[in-house]
């Protein structure tokens, strides 16, 4: 299957926007080379690596940092299955500003509270106070909707969660995935597989001995501060406890092909 009918809309009319909190349906196009945005002068104290080697950050270094790690695991997990590298471009917005993209207009930029991946430009958007916020312990309140009395969370690796979330979202672009299985399982599926992405990426990090002391547990929290209720939404992505499942299941199976089960047809008709 090559780039170019691995990439090809959905019905060839709608741009669906999957973003974490947000209603989603999203295609894409070629990709191009990664291009971040200016630093957010609002968090310069992230810090990426173990207890024996830390760096800190500014926040734009920060995700950029978590994106060439989550780039360079599924570049080998391509590899492996005879796949051509995937390619993704970045954006983080600077606190305060807002940027528009090929899944909205000028009348619906992505602002503050972003964290999307776009298909319709290839590219991952994440606002820099957003990210910050995060780390800070503010995720429950950044994102509307999300669940009350899982509390918030914070901590670099629930920023980390949420860059390879959205990565995982570009993973299912590239092979074709939301061509293939969009109008047969939810929105909800591809939010959870996602998840599960993001937990194989995590577990590959933990086999490399990368991970810190807590990190783990600033993913779960992560995973159950994102997760909402309202499952009468077409765009409901999870409970906080499916979507705390789903990061489990691929960080103990380590296995992205394990992930194909939340697309199961199957799963969701039954």
């Known amino acids: 299957m090559n780039s170019s009918t691995r990439r090809r809309a959905l019905g060839g009319t709608a741009l669906l926007l999957l973003a974490l909190g947000a209603v989603s349906l999203s295609l894409g196009r070629e990709a191009g080379a990664s291009s971040p945005a200016s630093e957010d002068p609002a968090a310069r104290n992230l810090i990426l690596g173990t207890?024996?080697?830390?760096?800190?950050?500014?926040?734009?270094?920060?995700?950029?940092?978590?994106?060439?790690?989550?780039d360079r695991y599924w570049t080998r997990v391509f590899a492996d299955a005879g796949l051509p590298e995937p390619k993704v471009q970045y954006a983080w917005i600077p606190a305060g500003r807002s940027v528009t993209s090929a899944c909205g207009d000028e009348a619906h930029p992505m602002g503050?509270?972003?964290?999307?991946?776009?298909?319709?430009?290839?590219?991952?958007?994440?606002?820099?106070?957003?990210?910050?916020?995060i780390y800070e312990g503010a995720l429950d309140r950044a994102l509307p909707g999300s669940?009350?009395?899982?509390?918030?969370?914070f901590g670099d690796f629930a920023v980390a969660y949420i860059v390879a979330h959205e990565y995982g979202h570009q993973i299912q672009d590239e092979l074709g995935l939301f061509e293939q299985y969009g109008q047969q399982v939810p929105t909800m599926a591809f939010e959870l597989q996602?998840?599960?992405?993001?937990?194989?990426?995590?577990?590959?990090?933990?086999?490399?001995?990368?991970?810190?002391?807590?990190d783990i547990q600033e993913a779960l929290d992560a995973a159950l501060a994102v997760g909402d209720f309202?499952?009468?939404?077409?765009?409901?992505?999870?409970?906080p406890a499916q979507r705390e499942e789903a990061w489990s299941s691929g960080f103990q199976s380590g296995d992205a092909q394990s992930c194909g089960t939340y697309l199961d047809p199957a799963r969701w008709n039954s």
């Open 51 to 70: 207890a024996d080697s830390t760096q800190t950050m500014t926040t734009d270094r920060f995700l950029t940092a978590v994106t060439e790690d989550v």
């Open 112 to 133: 503050d509270s972003a964290a999307a991946y776009c298909s319709g430009d290839d590219t991952i958007y994440i606002s820099q106070r957003f990210a910050a916020g």
């Open 147 to 153: 669940s009350q009395g899982y509390g918030g969370t």
């Open 194 to 214: 996602a998840d599960c992405y993001a937990g194989t990426w995590a577990r590959s990090a933990d086999r490399e001995h990368r991970l810190e002391d807590g």
């Open 230 to 239: 309202d499952s009468g939404n077409p765009g409901h992505h999870g409970t």
